[in-house]
């Protein structure tokens, strides 16, 4: 099984930044397919999640308006595009699959900084 996340990086506030997380090793499509995130000294937060057909989402408040999730069944791959990046959403980024068993990537920097 892996689930692996790419695309964080170093953006300006206001800036956009788009992440993947590629899933293989187990039925992609079956899976409720998660974002959360992580600062320091923090709890794991959840910021995102989308239903396995794709036509359910959820979102942190801090988020909504601002970042959208979405899948390619066909790809195995969730993507969370964020837009308006704010400092305070500076964190490593998880990728999480859950449908009975689950599985985390291993994360993706994001940091929004001037």
């Known amino acids: 099984v892996q689930v692996v996340e790419s695309g964080g990086g170093l953006v300006q506030p206001g800036g956009s930044l788009r992440l993947s997380c590629a899933a293989s090793?187990?039925?992609?499509?079956?899976?409720?397919m998660s974002w959360y995130r992580q600062v320091p000294g923090k709890e794991r937060e959840l910021v995102a999640r989308?239903?396995?057909?794709?036509?359910?989402?959820f979102y942190t408040d801090s988020v909504k308006g601002r970042f959208t999730i979405s899948r390619d069944n066909a790809k195995n791959t969730v993507y969370l595009q964020m837009n308006s990046l704010k400092p305070e959403d500076t964190a490593v980024y998880y990728c999480?699959?859950?449908?009975?068993?689950?599985?985390w990537g291993q994360g993706t920097q994001v940091t929004v900084s001037s």
């Open positions: 090793g187990f039925t992609f499509s079956r899976y409720v």
């Open positions: 999480y699959a859950n449908g009975g068993f689950a599985y």
């Open positions: 989308i239903s396995t057909a794709g036509d359910s989402t």
